[in-house]
């Protein structure tokens, strides 16, 4: 089981019809929508469904399910070092937990800056750029939960404050001013920013007529740096530098995790050393709409040169990029405090109101 766009389910398509071919395993890919990817139980799909793709902040939840099978197992030792060594930031130990790596980075990703190079002529590379833009109505952020948490956090860690793995959040003041600098923001996009994912920002970007240049904050995807995708090209850079310059990114991406209840244990977990490695990652993954999760692929000339430089405009911010808490409790946590962070946005509350709820709910989800 899968996400639902081209990014994420044509890669592993392809995948499996060679890996049938060469192996004579077949591997069928069923898919869901981003919203559902985010948020439903992974301990239902693994029921269901012998491989996973999971995003890294499930891993605790799951650790303590013990729906996942570990895939550092004996004898693959040579293969896991390379992955590990293939990482594109912190892209390969996010999966890791509690001594164990519970998924491959299939995909790499992290909130990075879109822009629309027939608007404007370079990328906004401080906030006060982005903020004159947002008045010209010249910018979308995604709102829609989880993503202005994930800007959140983003503005935290990049001011040099990164939101804490346990305890408190973020300390209070460090809390607000981050807080304040999403508000300025969201106060001068459209509401119906509210209701959008990062797919429905990147559509809106690139129709014919459109007049947004800039997405500051947003997901990563390589598919709109391809020309003939859509009619407008989109490109990608660095996030708007703070005081951690482009560091602090809320990291992203997706790996690949083998069901606990699999009958076809190391069939699955061949499978996901194969479509995890450096060589598949860099030819028929990132040839297959898919945006890779290892560093060969990113640094390969090739791969730049069929999405715009791509890998090469973002790879600083993603080296830099945030890891999320993941300790079991998170993911309810993040949905609600995504919630919190909205309600507060359009009902123009305190801040210091919205940092003492978000510690608060931060606390209880231990």
Known sequence: MTWSHPRGFDPLVAGAAQWCK????????????????????VEELARNFDLIVIDHPHVGQIT???CLLPLDIAG?????????????????????????????????????????????THAAASWDEVLHLARAGKVLLPLLPPHSLMSFYTLAANNGTPCAAQGELIALQDGCEA??????????????????DPIAVFEAMAEPQSGIACSPLIYGYVNYAMPEFREHLIHFADIPAGAAGVAGSALGGTGIAVSAFTQYPQAAIDFAYWIASGDIQKGLYAG?????????????????????D???????TLEGAWVRPRHDGYMPFQDAASKRINKALQDNEASKTVITDLNRLFRESF
């Not at 192996?23 to 919203?35: A, I, P």
């Not at 070092?81 to 990703?109: E, I, M, T």
């Not at 890779?292 to 730049?304: T, Y």
Request: aromatic share 12%.
């Open 179 to 196: 807080f304040e600098k999403l508000r300025a923001l969201a106060a001068l996009v459209k509401p119906e920013c509210f209701l959008m």
């Open 64 to 66: 303590k399910e013990k």
């Open 288 to 308: 297959s709409n898919g945006q890779p999760g290892h560093a060969a692929a990113w640094a390969d000339e090739s791969v730049n040169q069929a999405a715009s």
């Open 22 to 41: 060469d192996q004579g395993v077949e591997v069928t890919w069923e898919k869901r929508s981003l919203q559902d990817f985010e948020t439903f139980p």
């Open 310 to 316: 791509f890998y090469r405009q973002t790879r600083a």
């Open 76 to 120: 693959r030792e040579t293969e896991l070092r390379a992955l590990a060594d293939g990482s594109v930031g912190q892209s390969f130990p996010s999966y890791h937990w509690q001594g164990h790596q519970w998924a491959f980075p299939l995909d790499a990703a992290t909130q990075v800056q879109a822009w629309r190079p027939d608007l404007i």
